[in-house]
Structures are given as structure tokens and as C-alpha cells.
């Protein structure tokens, strides 16, 4: 396929929270699908969290090193629009992981560590949906909800970054159980949100009197906290947790920009001595091992009402800097942001 193609690349590593002038548009030629390859073009594009792994100038994680030029890499859904290999044909809807590009020559073998690209079937959901409830975000809420921290009916669940792509399927998978459930987020209208979800009570962690919402929220305190952003948050919700709680460590996105050391006082004392005299258990999980059953169990759900997924699209490569630098600085998005790159066929 001859002519140009828009990508987005890394045009400074990250200080603290990315900015979108970490990110630079590019006009470049459209890859060609060279043998055993195939030819995606990116319809959906999402900007997962865990993207700023990848942005720190010396690698402090296991994920992917960004190079500064390079063009950002993201999980996609995409198009088959030229194959040179057997198992994909010019229409096949797929889901992978290419980056914030229009078009993506890949080998189908190599270019994602999880396994080839996944073919989408669009009568069964909307393709984009793999990248949220039908994908990783969706095994990730339900492994942390029925694997790590266990809940059982009747008990209260805490979920922080609960309007966000994970907290709000977690949250509702928490209810499916028959648990109570807390969410946490910022502003009053993602805490409205909430309510709307079906969540039983919701706490706004950037309202003056945050502490004294969650007191109301929690008037017998909590048994499970699955938590996605770590700091002041966190602080919060542990001095609230019962004897014998789980904790289900799912991300901390108030640390992302911090490295292995914090700017401010150590707290480890006061976290050791929680954990020691509450009795509680503590539990990282990573989503993408849980396997099909999440998927499977969610597509259920949904289908029979029971979950509600709401999506939040941007229009345009050219978004996808200012729309991930919001992820970690404020921004009123309800559920799983996804950047719409084209319309498939
Ligand atoms: N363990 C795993 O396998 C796994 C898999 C997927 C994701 N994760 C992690 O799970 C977390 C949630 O992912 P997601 O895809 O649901 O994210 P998301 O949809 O992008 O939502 C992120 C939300 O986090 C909130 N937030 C950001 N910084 C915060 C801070 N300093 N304090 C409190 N809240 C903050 C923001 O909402 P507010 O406006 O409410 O602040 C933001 O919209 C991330 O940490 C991600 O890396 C882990």
C-alpha cells in the first residue's frame, strides 16, 4: 500500500506524570507487509496505564523500553488489509499489540509476547470491547475480584480508580457476587457515575472532607480493597480495612512517576505496622494470566444485562498524547478510554 500514514513517537522521556509534549505526530511512509507478515490498520487504539512503564529514562520495571524517536506502543484492535500469512486473511478484525500508528507490518509469531493476533468475531461485541470488558482490563477485574481477593457475599469491597476501565467492571463484579461495594474516584460527577453502575456508595478522594466520606461509607469498615492507585488513597482506605483483610494490589498509579523511591516522608512504618496488627493479606496479581474463563463469564454478563461498560472515545491519533497524559492528571472519563484511529473496512 503506497502513501503516508500518521504515528505518534516518544519525544522525551516521562518526568513524573507524562505530558503531551512527551509525544511528537509524524507523517512517514505506510509499512508493506513483507514475507509471512501481515498488513494491520489500527481502527482502536487504547492508552493503558501501564504505558508509563515504558516511558522512565533508565528502565525501572520489567515492561517495554521506549527510545526517544520511537513510535509509541499500545494495545489495538485492527484490520487485515494485506497478509502474506496463511492464518490471516484481508478482513479479519484483530487484537494485538501494535502503538499509535495507522499501519503495522508484523509478524503474526512475534509481535506480541502474549501470542499471535486475536481474530474478533464483530457479530459477537463490538470489536472494540477487547480492549476493555472481552480483554485484559476484563481478566484483570475479574482475577483480582474472584481469585486474589476472594470475595464472598455480604462483605464490603473498596475499589479504587473504581471509574476507571478495571475499578468499574471489578466494582460490578464485586456486586454480581453480593458484596457491598465502595468505589473511589475523583469528582462529583465520576461519583454519580458510580451510583449509576449500580455501586452501593461512592467517595470522592479529591473533595476536602475525603475522609470523612469514606467514614461514611465504611460505618463497619471494609474486607477487601482492591486497589489501583496506591498513595494517599491507599493510606486512607488501610486505616479502614478489618482484621484479616485482603488487599488486592492491582496498580498504583499515584506511584507510576515516582521510580522505586517517593519524594515524601517514608511511610513504611505506619504500612508495616497495619499490615502486622490488622492481620492483613496482601496480594499483586498480573490479569493477563487468568485466561479465558474472565472473558467468557464477562461476555455472559453483559449480554444478560447484568454488566454495563461504558466507553470513552477520542477521535484521532493526534489525541492520544493530551488524552493518556490525562490518565494520571485529572480528566472526567468514565470507563475505558479508547482513541478511535479509523473505521474498519
Ligand atoms: N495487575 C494487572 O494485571 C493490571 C492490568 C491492567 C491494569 N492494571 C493497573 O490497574 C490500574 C487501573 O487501570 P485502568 O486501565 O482501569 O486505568 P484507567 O481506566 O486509565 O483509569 C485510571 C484512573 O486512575 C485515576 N487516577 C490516576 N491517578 C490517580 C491518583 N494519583 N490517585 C487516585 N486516582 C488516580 C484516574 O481517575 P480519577 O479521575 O478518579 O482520579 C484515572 O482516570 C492502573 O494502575 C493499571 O496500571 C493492572
Not at 217 to 237: C, K, M
Request: glycine fraction near 12%.
Amino acid at each position: 500500500m503506497a502513501g503516508t500514514m500518521k504515528q505518534v513517537v516518544l519525544a522525551a522521556y516521562a518526568q513524573g506524570n507524562p505530558k503531551s509534549s512527551d509525544f511528537r505526530l509524524e507523517e512517514v511512509p505506510v509499512p508493506q507487509a513483507g514475507e509471512g507478515q501481515i498488513l494491520l490498520r489500527t481502527l482502536w487504539l487504547a492508552l493503558d496505564p501501564l504505558i508509563r512503564f515504558s516511558l522512565d529514562e533508565k528502565l525501572i520495571s520489567g515492561a517495554r523500553h521506549m527510545q526517544i524517536g520511537e513510535p509509541m506502543f499500545g494495545p489495538t484492535v485492527s484490520e487485515v488489509v494485506a497478509s502474506n500469512h496463511p492464518d490471516y486473511a484481508v478482513g479479519d478484525i484483530v487484537e494485538t499489540r501494535t502503538g499509535w500508528y495507522e499501519y503495522a507490518a508484523v509478524d503474526p509469531e512475534t509481535v506480541d509476547y502474549r501470542g499471535p493476533p486475536r481474530k474478533l468475531d464483530p457479530e459477537l461485541a463490538p470489536v472494540q470491547t477487547a480492549l476493555g470488558a472481552l480483554g485484559m482490563p476484563g481478566q484483570t477485574a475479574y482475577a483480582g475480584i474472584v481469585d486474589t481477593a476472594r470475595v464472598q457475599a455480604g462483605e464490603t469491597v473498596v475499589i479504587s480508580a473504581a471509574a476507571g476501565t478495571v475499578g468499574s467492571l471489578a466494582g460490578q463484579i464485586a456486586k454480581i457476587l453480593g458484596a457491598r461495594v465502595v468505589g473511589i474516584a475523583g469528582g462529583p460527577e465520576k461519583c454519580a457515575a458510580l451510583l449509576d453502575l449500580g455501586f452501593d456508595a461512592s467517595v470522592d478522594y479529591k473533595a476536602d472532607d475525603f475522609e470523612a466520606q469514606l467514614d461514611a461509607a465504611l460505618p463497619e469498615g471494609a474486607d477487601v480493597y482492591f486497589d489501583n492507585v496506591g498513595g494517599d488513597v491507599t493510606l486512607a482506605v488501610m486505616e479502614r480495612l478489618n482484621r484479616g483483610a485482603r488487599m488486592a494490589v492491582c496498580g498504583f498509579t499515584a506511584y507510576y512517576g515516582d521510580g522505586m523511591e517517593g519524594p515524601g516522608p517514608n511511610k513504611l512504618p505506619g504500612f508495616f505496622r497495619l499490615i502486622n496488627s490488622r492481620q492483613l493479606e496482601i496480594k499483586g496479581f498480573a490479569g493477563i494470566m487468568a485466561g479465558p474463563e474472565p472473558i467468557e463469564a464477562i461476555a455472559g454478563w453483559m449480554k444478560a444485562g447484568r454488566i454495563t461498560f461504558p466507553e470513552v472515545v477520542v477521535e484521532g491519533l493526534e489525541a492520544a498524547p493530551e488524552a493518556f497524559s490525562s490518565v494520571f492528571s485529572g480528566n472526567s472519563f468514565v470507563g475505558k478510554l479508547l482513541v478511535k484511529v479509523a473505521e474498519a473496512g
